[in-house]
């Protein structure tokens, strides 16, 4: 399982595309806008989120 983990201050805000786990998302999972992936909060609940926008600066995700 590919589980891309946030802290939950990074919740509200997009993740830019030079972070390694946009890279990932991006490039190992391929992942668009639409698609669904799983996540987790650091030492806290897992989930899935969406990708809702992919923009050439950011990755922006509705987490469920």
Excluded: C
């Excluded at 201050?9 to 946009?22: F, G, H, K, V």
């Excluded at 030492?43 to 809702?52: D, F, H, M, R, Y």
């Amino acid at each position: 399982m590919n589980l891309v983990l946030f802290d939950a201050a990074e919740l509200s805000i997009p993740l830019p595309r030079t972070d390694p786990r946009a890279q990932h998302v991006l490039n190992v999972l391929r992942r668009r806008e639409g698609d669904a992936v799983d996540v987790g909060l650091v030492n806290g609940p897992l989930g899935k989120a969406t990708l809702t926008e992919l923009s050439n600066d950011a990755l922006t995700f509705n987490f469920n």
